[in-house]
Nanobody, 123 residues
Framework: QVQLVESGGGLVQAGGSLKLSCAAS????????MGWFRQAPGKEQEFVAS????????RYEESHKGRFTISRDNAKNTVYLQMNSLKPEDTALYYC????????????????WGPGIQVTVSS
């Protein structure tokens, strides 16, 4: 089974930036997407962004467009999430996910989850 390991989270002031990384170990199907979901305390999990491995298609939750950018390093089996102009409401546990449904922004067919990484944005 593919293992996902996130890094890059932490504490940042509002307006600041963070770059999350998710490295996948092992092989996975080329038509899968890798991406990010997040969950804030007391709230439901929500989709953030995804990168489809075979054709490079990216998808963003609408409210993140223009602030977040997802990218990939194919050689390292790693996706990155560059987050700019962070707001306190971006505070959440961010999870890396891999699977066919991730390309559609859905968690219904996730085959691997990372353990999660905390992002805290102070006001």
């Amino acid at each position: 089974q593919v293992q996902l390991v996130e890094s890059g989270g932490g504490l940042v002031q509002a307006g600041g930036s963070l770059k999350l990384s998710c490295a996948a170990s092992g092989r996975f199907q080329f038509n899968y997407a890798m991406g990010w979901f997040r969950q804030a305390p007391g709230k439901e999990q929500e989709f953030v962004a995804s990168f489809k491995w075979d054709d490079g298609t990216t998808r963003y939750e609408e409210s993140h467009k223009g602030r977040f950018t997802i990218s990939r390093d194919n050689a390292k089996n790693t996706v990155y999430l560059q987050m700019n102009s962070l707001k306190p409401e971006d505070t959440a546990l961010y999870y890396c996910a891999l699977g066919p449904s991730v390309a559609l922004g859905a968690a219904s067919q996730v085959v691997s989850w990372g353990p999660g990484i905390q992002v805290t944005v102070s006001s």
